[in-house]
């Protein structure tokens, strides 16, 4: 089945630690995103990337990176500048045909 | 970017349509309007999508009318496990581009 594969589903980061969440998606789309969601809250993007190699920022872009470097991979590193990284991150990824987005499950990220 | 906007929170009673409704006054030509469920720790799913008029598939309606600068999702007989938040999204799906999310409505259903 396609669909997008986001790992690990939880995730703990201590002080001062960069940590790596993986986007997957097996549907040859083009376009792929990242989104956070704060508890009781909508979604807010933090990057986006239309195609390999390229990516822009979003509204909250600061403290985090990214990289494209396969078609099918869109990683999201949560570096130790994001100071309060406690979350719910969710990928996404959209083609040409009328559905639009397909999103994984999400990863929930806290601090220890 | 067309910006939308929707009632932050609904409750209904099992059994009742329940219409969810979205503002999106400078919406584009080219845009069509999206919307999605999304259920607690879950990523958004697709309901529904329309461009123009009624949309009807075998979960919901979508009501758009002639100006566009307004939608309307109806959920018919609504049950329990229709409790989720509803986005609607307004976005050119031909092409990938900075896409925003609103804040979603916030459905309870109640027994």
């Known amino acids: 089945d396609g669909g997008i594969t986001q790992s690990p589903k939880y995730l703990f980061r201590k002080e001062g630690q960069n940590v790596t969440l993986s986007c997957e998606q097996n549907?040859?789309?083009?376009?792929m995103y990242w989104y956070r969601q704060d508890p009781g809250q909508g979604l807010r993007l933090i990057y986006y990337?239309?195609?390999?190699?390229?990516?822009q920022k979003g509204d909250i872009a600061e403290g985090y990176s990214v990289s494209r470097e396969k078609k099918e991979s869109f990683p999201l590193t949560v570096t130790s500048a994001q100071k309060n990284p406690t979350a719910f991150y969710l990928c996404a990824s959209k083609g040409g045909e009328a559905y639009g987005f397909t999103f994984g499950s999400g990863s929930w990220l806290s601090v220890v | 970017l067309a910006k939308t906007t929707q009632p932050i929170s609904m409750d209904s009673y099992e059994g009742q349509e329940v219409n969810i409704t979205c503002s999106h006054n400078?919406?584009?030509?080219?845009?069509?309007i999206t919307w999605y469920q999304q259920f607690p720790s879950q990523g958004p799913r697709f309901i529904i999508q329309?461009?123009?008029t009624k949309v009807t598939n075998e979960v919901a309606s979508l009501f758009i009318p002639a100006d566009r600068k307004s939608s309307t999702l109806s959920l018919p007989r609504v049950s329990l496990s229709d409790t989720a938040v509803y986005y609607c999204?307004?976005?050119?799906?031909?092409?990938?581009?900075?896409?925003?999310f609103g804040s979603g409505t916030r459905l309870s259903i109640r027994p």
């Open positions: 999204l307004v976005a050119r799906y031909s092409s990938a581009s900075k896409i925003i």
């Open positions: 329309g461009y123009k």
């Open positions: 990337s239309q195609i390999v190699n390229d990516f």
């Open positions: 400078n919406i584009a030509t080219n845009d069509y």
């Open positions: 549907l040859n789309h083009d376009a």
